[in-house]
């Protein structure tokens, strides 16, 4: 026997080293350039799975929390479910009249759009209850999914779901190929994200905590359970409400958080305060040629959609939290290969 | 090297055999008796699992859903949360010297028995308020884990984490074996069953939902983000709360629903809405020598503690769930050998 494995040997050997080197070779994160965001995903990652490492994490701890909009995909102009909304307006109005001259709808169906830039937390409230509550959960998805499958973003021709960060995709893969339990935490609503995340993050429903308004137990005329969406806000997940929110859904710290704008710094405080090795990024919008450029940090424009002002950016300073450049810290932003 | 194969085919045959035998006498239920709840269970997982059955189940929806008081431990004379709540109030009394002379202090620290079974909801709440409300999430985490590992049932003298149904847990197990992702869904509060949910049922705390007051996230002196207990109800799980939170967490119906009151009724309404072959039961709660007798369905004992009405048992049979019997269904109730 020793004779024969002997013979295999130098053949073994090569393929170690072979291996040894794929391994070494593969980037888990080909769409990030060299730099100090790509490193700062690496180094976490190693240390936390590192079972000598001090900051190793275990198993059962190990969760990522994802902002949405602005975050993992494009949220410029106009928030998606925005769009959706507004859009949604137009499709009901044959059977509401009175919308032709009530505003704020008037000013959507006209296709106002000055007047829909200024439109209050109370306009698009009123939008949202009078075209997105008092039907069946599944009703509501049944719409959401139908209208994802034909909108397409006009700058880019592409469906939304396409408008995903490539980038951000490949952190939650290799998150995931280590044992980290990826999360969408959105200020947009839960059921909304819902129908798709699983498709377009790989993330399943049970996975995704947004704003959510409450829902209603009733029968259907079979006598079967329903569930319908009353006009109701239940969770408000924005600001100090995500990590209230990532406390109710997950009992615990997360142990990553990424964010990009003022609502997500309480997010990125909680999974600072969990102590231990953690991470935390925001994604500055710096890259107006592939993408949008917005702040107000570091001077660039300012936005109602997404608002990342300069207090944000020097507390992440100060904390230790990395702020990744659009521009530089990304090869491509999207897998349709802007 | 065929020569030497034969020699061993032998022993391989009987190897293959033995393990073949081994796993068919494997019973995955032993603290079950053979009957209809046990063969209900067992059907169940067998058609929403095997591919070629029109039922079969895609991993990704195998969802199971436990009602804990009276379904999976036991709720009998009084809760254990309201037993907990009960001994903070004499833990906490020195520092109130006002409960002394208060209703409904003052009856907790008489040990008034008599006064204390007739507590509104809204005593409880004013004693739950009082003491497990306005400290850091952690905080509250630290007392109920120690006293856990402290206070013992009068009856059984054991810590109430042993009082767990043997039956119950194996179901969770056996389910779990077969890639149902098996959820406490409780009336009680979710941060307290959260504390020993995964040491008690295998169930981590995300896999908790339960009634659930709201946070409050603020600093503590090192600026560190914290959350607070504020005294602010936000979820009430129970009746069509149960099946409403159910979608909130997981955004789908459960395959499988298991409870024992009428606070179950509406979450295994949802269960069997939800289409296919699905599994719901109830514990009935019918044998006072082992553990506790009360119904009122059957002609039980009427109780407030976990009522099961005769009309729930109607609907039960009539909508097709499984009504487990203590007595019957089960050969041994608790872990230590009851």
């Known amino acids: 026997m020793k004779k024969r494995w002997a013979r295999f040997l130098p053949a073994l050997i090569v393929l170690l080293f072979v291996s040894v080197a794929a391994q070494a070779q593969t980037d888990p994160l080909p769409a990030w350039n060299d730099g100090p965001a790509k490193q700062a995903i690496l180094t976490f990652v190693h240390v936390t799975t590192d079972q000598s490492n001090p900051n190793y994490v275990l198993p059962a701890d190990r969760f990522a929390a994802f902002d949405q909009d602005g975050t993992t995909w494009v949220e410029h102009p106009m928030y998606t479910q925005v769009v959706f909304t507004f859009q949604q307006v137009i ?15 008037k000013s959507v169906i006209a296709g106002d759009k000055a007047a829909m830039a200024k439109f209050t937390e109370h306009d698009l409230l009123a939008i949202f209850a009078a075209t997105q509550t008092g039907m069946s959960v599944e009703a509501f ?10 909108a397409k973003d006009p700058r880019w021709q592409r469906y939304y779901t396409e408008l995903v960060y490539q980038p951000m995709v490949e952190v939650m893969q290799y998150l995931r190929a280590n044992g980290y339990r990826t999360y969408i935490v959105t200020g947009g609503g839960q059921d909304f994200v819902r129908v798709y995340s699983e498709q377009v993050y790989g993330i399943p429903p049970e996975q995704v905590i947004g704003s959510a308004i409450e829902t209603q137990y009733t029968y259907n005329q079979q006598g079967q359970g329903v569930l319908i969406r009353p006009p109701k806000l239940l969770l408000n997940n924005n600001f100090s409400g995500k990590p209230e929110d990532i406390y109710l859904f997950i009992g615990r710290h997360p142990k990553a958080g990424f964010g990009n704008s003022t609502g997500d710094q309480q997010m990125l405080e909680y999974t600072q305060a969990g102590g231990g090795a953690s991470l935390e ?3 500055l919008h710096d890259d107006a040629q592939r993408e949008y450029g917005y ?3 570091q001077g660039l424009p300012a936005t109602k959609v997404g608002t990342f002002t300069q207090a944000l950016y020097d507390e ?3 904390r230790g939290w990395t702020v990744i450049s659009m521009k530089n810290d990304w090869k491509q932003i999207f897998a349709f290969g802007k």
Do not use: R
């Open 295 to 297: 702040g107000p940090a």
């Open 316 to 318: 992440a300073k100060s």
């Open 91 to 105: 499709v009901l109005a044959p059977q509401h009249p009175e919308w032709k001259t009530t505003e704020p709808f």
């Open 281 to 283: 990024m925001l994604v």
């Open 141 to 150: 998805q049944t719409t959401a999914k139908d209208w994802l499958a034909k």
